[in-house]
Structures are given as C-alpha cells and as structure tokens.
C-alpha cells in the first residue's frame, strides 16, 4: 500500500470509532439508575 491509501485508511477508522462514541456511551448509561446518573453527572460537571 502507498502512503496515500494508507493515510486515506486510518482516517476512515478515525472516522468511524469517532462516530461510536456516542453508541458506547449510552450503552453504558442504559444500566444506570436514577441516582448513579445523577451523581456520576454531578461529579463530572464539578471536574
């Protein structure tokens, strides 16, 4: 592979594992009660 396709490859993975974010993120608030997201939502707002 030439630097080109390659550069143009990792960029495309950026890409896509920068659009997953969200996707893991409420993943993971999904098995949080009431008051686990409000205190880890507190908690990081005073951060």
């Not at 893991?24 to 686990?36: F, I, P, R, S, W």
Request: hydrophobic share 45%; glycine share 4%.
């Amino acid at each position: 592979m030439n630097e080109k396709v390659k550069g143009t490859v990792y960029v495309m993975i950026c890409v896509a594992l920068w659009a997953l974010i969200p996707v893991v993120a409420k993943m993971g608030q999904t098995t949080l009660d009431n008051h686990q997201f409000l205190s880890r939502r507190y908690y990081l707002k005073s951060i």
